[in-house]
């Protein structure tokens, strides 16, 4: 097959083109982010039914990122704690009430919600088991009557694949789609049960969510992902405290954290060299992976991708990571298991996990 060279610069030229298009106009936005937009007073009475239902919904998924997050028992149940929804709503509500330019941008000029969380799991049937038979059918119900609870109580959709045992579930209410899938694991006729991850969008908004010892802390995220010719991004960081009282803190224009992958790596006999010989294996390593700060206090939980890639934001300062217990007793880390990182403002820390699996 003859390449085409010409075709070739004349693509990348193009590529290069849209990416730089796309950083001017997201700048052309980001200049009258903070515009003298005044708003009138708002109440709670006053905000309209549709937009405390949209900030009902991303407390939801406030709440499953942090029970996860905090590795909590809240973790394993499908449902989810409905005080830590209600307090995070009343916060996101506090902010919408409150009159300032930075309150317009997150509101106004951009419209910024939570990211949407995995909603749906796939699943794989055992077609010896009768009550399957439904599904393969494209039927909603079958005669299991825990299968019909699940369906009824979280108002699950059953999506099917041709020509397959494969379902999908697609939740309707929030719920902790990961505690679903472990439930479904355990009822005779599923064989597997893994959630489905979401795709990022060009223009990412979201919001993130620190629970204090006397408030939460709200940070509204505006930023281009996947670009081509260099990303910007711009954060809100707000301040409510128990009785609804809002201090907006800062816009952050530079985002810090860590990145990196975690891995297997498969050699013969013992744990390769740091140089790595020819004929080893490398597979990703999707075990989670703890990150405390200085005082000993879990901040997060990291989960890798597929990939076993992982990023994480983060505020400047000193971390150590630990991955999970499973993965220290099964396996040999390439150095520490315990890994100490600093951030620095406005970079991202590569750190890599990989794990070496000894063959005989």
């Known amino acids: ?172 209410k929030p719920i902790n789609t990961y505690a679903l899938a472990n439930t479904l694991e355990t009822i005779p006729g599923i064989t597997n049960a893994k959630v489905k991850k979401g795709v990022n969008n060009l223009l990412s908004r979201d919001i993130e969510a620190e629970i204090k010892d006397n408030y939460i802390q709200l940070n509204y995220r505006l930023s281009l992902s996947d670009c081509v010719s260099g990303c910007s991004a711009e954060n809100w960081v707000f301040q409510v405290d128990s009785e609804g009282k809002v201090k907006y803190l800062e816009e952050i224009n530079l985002e810090s954290g860590i990145k990196g992958r975690s891995l297997f790596i498969t050699s013969g006999g013992a744990p390769p060299p740091p140089w790595l010989p020819q004929n080893i294996t490398i597979a990703p390593a999707v075990y989670a992976i703890a990150v405390y700060n200085q005082t000993g206090k879990q901040v997060t939980r990291i989960i890798p991708d597929e990939n076993g890639s992982f990023q994480v934001n983060l505020k400047p300062g000193v971390y150590h990571l630990h991955p999970e217990s499973s993965a220290r007793e099964s396996f040999s880390l390439s150095n520490k298991d315990q890994k100490q990182v600093t951030v620095t403002q406005g970079q991202y820390t590569t750190i890599n996990f990989n794990y070496f699996v000894a063959m005989p």
């Open 1 to 172: 097959m003859t390449i085409d060279l010409r075709k070739v610069a004349i693509a990348t030229a193009l590529v290069s083109i849209v990416g730089i298009g796309i950083n001017l106009w997201y700048d052309a936005i980001a200049r009258n982010t903070l515009t003298d937009k005044s708003s009138k007073e708002v109440t709670l009475a006053s905000i309209p039914d549709v937009v405390k239902q949209q900030y009902r919904q991303d407390a939801a998924k406030l709440a499953l990122r942090i029970i996860l997050a905090e590795n909590s028992s809240a973790a394993t149940e499908i449902d989810l704690p409905a005080d830590l929804v209600e307090k995070l709503s009343q916060s996101l509500l506090a902010v919408y009430q409150t009159n300032s330019p930075a309150r317009n941008a997150v509101v106004e000029t951009y419209n910024i919600h939570t990211a949407p969380n995995p909603d749906s799991v796939i699943v794989d049937l055992d077609s010896s088991q009768e009550w399957t038979q439904a599904w393969r059918e494209r039927k909603q119900l079958t005669n299991n009557d825990t299968i019909n609870g699940l369906i009824s109580r979280y108002g699950l959709e059953v999506r099917h694949f041709d020509y397959t045992d494969i379902v999908a579930l697609q939740t309707t």
